[in-house]
């Protein structure tokens, strides 16, 4: 079994005073990179580092919301003043305004999508100048949700942005090639503060709190567990075991990991000369109509009381 070690790597992990975004930057920081922790809240990335650096690690706390080009540049000008360059970057800082779409406010729509992705998209841009610059390469980990993969419900913003972030993932790692950083999505499924709102979850992400275990019908058939379950995905993704894994989208979450697929064509029909209406409602329910794709997140199967 290969060693993981990424000593005298440095790494930005952006909203990881808590939930996954802390588990990240303490398996980074446990396979010994340097890490920036950020956050809004000051209290919670000054705990975050001191977790670290009480375990034996190296991290400092920069305190800012990320979506502008100017928290971006801050976060990655952080990494090099302190540890004197950038070797990888998460993009886990998120947020969540849930509504039904004729209830979503602009606000509600544009809060989540300047975080999610317009965050990605400006941390990802600064960090991959700063890497190409220095060379040697580097890694992107973007953070996915189930929700970009198959939609769900009471998340427009939400599932647009995650959508829109696999996406991102796929152009730059084609992008970012010659330059040997790659860039992948995962997409985690823990028990943290917003799978604590999902009714179904709920019950165990509580007693989980209590100290309670998991059953195994939720860490292995849903693949559902804590943020250290999804946490060990980053490290191996930074390091050179996975030099050659680059434009995936990987779900991680209990004790499962797996890999999404990207869409693609799954039936066609063809027409001499095109298509009319009249043709299309009449083909439709033998051929691309036979087979409808599901849409949304699939109810978990949770044991019986």
């Known amino acids: ?142 953070v996915g949700s189930p929700a970009g993969q198959r939609g769900n419900f009471g998340q427009t913003n939400y599932a647009a942005a995650k959508a829109g972030i696999a996406a991102m993932a796929r152009t730059w790692s084609m992008e970012l090639a010659r330059a040997g950083i790659t860039v992948n999505a995962v997409v985690p499924v823990a028990a943290t503060a917003m799978t604590g709102s999902v009714p179904a979850f709920a019950p165990y992400v509580e007693a989980l709190r209590h100290g309670e275990p998991l059953p195994d019908a939720l860490r292995k058939g849903e693949g559902f567990g804590t943020p250290e379950d999804c946490a060990a995905l980053v490290p191996f993704l930074a390091s050179d075991a996975a030099r050659d894994v680059t434009g995936q989208c990987i779900g991680i979450g209990g004790d499962k990991v797996a890999l999404w697929s990207h869409p693609e064509e799954i039936k066609a029909a063809y027409a001499d000369g095109g298509w009319t209406a009249e043709a299309l409602a009449d083909v439709w329910p033998a051929t691309l109509g036979a087979a409808p794709q599901t849409v949304g997140i699939p109810a978990p199967k949770l044991p019986e009381a």
């Not at 990424?6 to 398996?27: C, D, N, P, Q």
């Open 1 to 142: 079994m290969p060693s993981i070690d990424l000593t005298g790597k440095s790494a930005v992990v952006t909203g990881s005073g808590r939930g996954l975004g802390l588990a990240y930057a303490r398996a980074l920081a446990a396979h010994g990179a340097s890490v920036v922790v950020n956050d809004v809240d000051e209290a919670a990335a000054e705990a975050a580092v001191k977790s670290i650096t009480e375990a034996g690690g190296n991290a400092v706390a920069e305190v800012v919301a990320v979506g502008t080009s100017e928290a971006a540049d801050r976060l990655v000008g952080r990494a090099v003043a302190e540890f004197g360059r950038l070797d990888v970057l998460v993009t886990n800082a998120g947020i969540l305004r849930d509504r039904v779409l004729w209830k979503m406010t602009d606000d509600d729509f544009d809060a989540v999508v300047t975080t999610h992705l317009r965050g990605t998209f400006t941390c990802a841009r600064a960090a991959a100048v700063r890497m190409r610059e220095q060379g040697g390469g580097g890694t992107l980990v973007l």
